[in-house]
């Protein structure tokens, strides 16, 4: 993919300078139109009419322009590359020195100088005693000069692309992965460092750009590590062993370097650093945007789901490494406090227990579950009891995801019926979703899981069960009226569950 954006931009270029020659040869063509002929002068034909003091003279202006050229390319680059330095990453002024076209064009312009310089010193003295015309010489130089007037409007036009904050993104992640590769028979110890350097570089580009308000370019940061992440687990299987262990430099990391000695053995042993690493910068990022960028902290989530499932498959460490951050962006979501941030978290944690349940990995889905009551039952505790109520409805759906699956869903529904108490703030809504929950399995012809529910909730206040009722038949569209992301109805319930309220109610000893 870099490749194809880089000779992409690079193609650019090319069409641009070959545009330039075209426009400078009709102007020529306009010009000896002008003069009054049609005919151009054969370039070695003019040179044998050119004595030696026009050339000198020719020779040291063409030096003087270039030159000149330079120094403003120089001026002009090296401030627009500081500038992405210190609004991004420091990492654009290393991959700006080290990229092919930036050192090609340089190097024209100076050896370009040096070539007009040497043959004016070979012209240099008296007109009388100098030597011939290198004519070889001055139409290489001359012809160099037009290259360099002709390229630098294209190379400007590089430059600016080259700096762009998501083109500094994408050659920092394809520099991270060549080290990988390049540990396959290389040092290892030289390509971790410099991984490692490359995922913290990438961090800070989000941090950069949530701090100067850059929403897109945050996100582009955190898809290149989700991305980088991925690409590493391709090559997974070719790394050689020591690129597994935790040696000094990553035990001095300043992820790994708080870490008890146990943790750090548990690390080395699910040989897991990368992706810890990771996942880690994902959690420092989300706390950063907790409150204030909740778009990049929904971003933050997908991107950790998405990863779960497309490599947690067959690798139970890494998919209990996924479920521990969807714990800690809870964790701070709740404490900042932001319900907005949470309530999408908990949409992607559910999404997780589901693409779990899909793979067959139930227990898995029923730690999911259970991690999703407790920090519903946290927040409640912290005042936020909505969040009580948007648990029970995710954990509910994943009661509904196992229903063909009889183990799976009795410890499902066992979390979600001890998922509130008897006069707790959010109760109507975890009784909502208990009884939508009881419907579904009205409707498929499972009466005796209705029961289950109907028996959890004896006893409870009528005053309660009717508001709960009155909730579901008014709804009537299963999308909610605000914009926001998960664009579900709590409290909708399709038409043919709804008429198996009456059915429910009655279980309850309460009919309609």
Not at 14 to 19: D, G, H, I, P, V
Request: aromatic share 8%.
């Amino acid at each position: 993919m870099r490749k194809v954006s880089d000779q992409r931009v690079r193609g650019i270029g090319l069409r641009s300078f070959a545009w330039l020659v075209v426009f400078l040869a009709v102007l020529l063509t306009v010009a000896s139109w002008l003069e009054g002929s049609m005919a151009l002068r054969h370039p070695l034909r003019w040179l044998a009419t050119l004595d030696q003091s026009a050339a000198l003279t020719l020779l040291i202006a063409a030096a003087q322009v270039v030159a000149g050229m330079l120094a403003i390319l120089i001026t002009v680059v090296a401030i627009v590359v500081q500038l992405a330095a210190t609004r991004y990453t420091h990492r654009v002024t290393t991959l700006f020195v080290r990229d092919r076209v930036n050192l090609a064009v340089m190097t024209l312009f100076v050896l370009t100088t040096a070539l007009c310089v040497s043959l004016a010193l070979v012209l240099s003295g008296e007109v009388g005693q100098a030597p011939m015309v290198p004519r070889g010489g001055f139409l290489l130089a001359m012809g160099l000069v037009t290259t360099c007037v002709l390229a630098l409007v294209p190379y400007f036009a590089y430059v600016f692309r080259f700096v762009s904050p998501l083109g500094v993104i994408r050659r920092i992640r394809y520099a991270a992965l060549r080290e990988v590769e390049n540990a396959r028979t290389g040092d290892v110890g030289t390509a971790e460092r410099a991984v490692i350097e490359s995922i913290e570089e990438l961090e800070d580009a989000a941090r950069g750009a949530m701090n100067s308000y850059d929403r897109g370019i945050a996100m582009a940061a955190i898809e290149a590590l989700a991305d980088l992440l991925v690409d590493v687990e391709r090559l997974r299987g070719a790394l050689p062993e020591a690129w597994f262990e935790v040696d000094d430099a990553i035990a001095r990391d300043p992820d790994f370097v708080a870490m008890s000695r146990t943790a750090l053995d548990e690390v080395a042993h699910e040989k897991s650093w990368f992706e810890s690493k990771i996942l880690r910068q994902y959690h420092a990022l989300f706390i950063d945007a907790v409150g204030g960028a909740r778009d990049v902290a929904s971003m933050i989530a997908i991107h950790t789901r998405q990863l779960g499932e497309r490599c947690g498959a067959g690798r139970p460490t890494f998919t209990t490494l996924c479920q521990r951050a969807f714990n800690s962006y809870l964790r701070a979501a709740i404490n900042g406090p932001d319900v907005r941030t949470a309530y999408y978290v908990l949409h992607q944690y559910r999404m997780f227990g589901e693409a779990l349940l899909e793979r067959g990995d139930e227990p898995a889905a029923i730690e999911v579950a259970g991690r999703i009551r407790f920090y519903g039952r946290v927040a409640r505790a912290g005042g936020l009891a909505f969040l009580m109520e948007v648990a029970a409805y995710d954990v509910a759906q994943l009661v509904e995801r196992a229903a063909t699956r009889p183990a799976a869903r009795d410890a499902l529904l066992e979390i979600l019926l001890g998922i509130d108490r008897p006069g707790a703030p959010g109760l109507q809504g975890v009784r909502r979703a208990q009884v939508q929950l009881a419907t579904f399995f009205l409707a498929k012809g499972e009466p005796d899981v209705a029961r289950r529910i109907a028996g959890n909730m004896a006893g409870e206040q009528r005053e309660l069960l009717a508001r709960v009722r009155e909730d579901l038949e008014r709804e009537t569209s299963p999308h909610f009226s605000e914009i926001e992301n998960r664009g579900s109805n709590f409290s909708y319930i399709p038409p043919e569950r709804r008429a198996q309220l009456d059915t429910f109610y009655a279980m309850l000893g309460t009919p309609g």
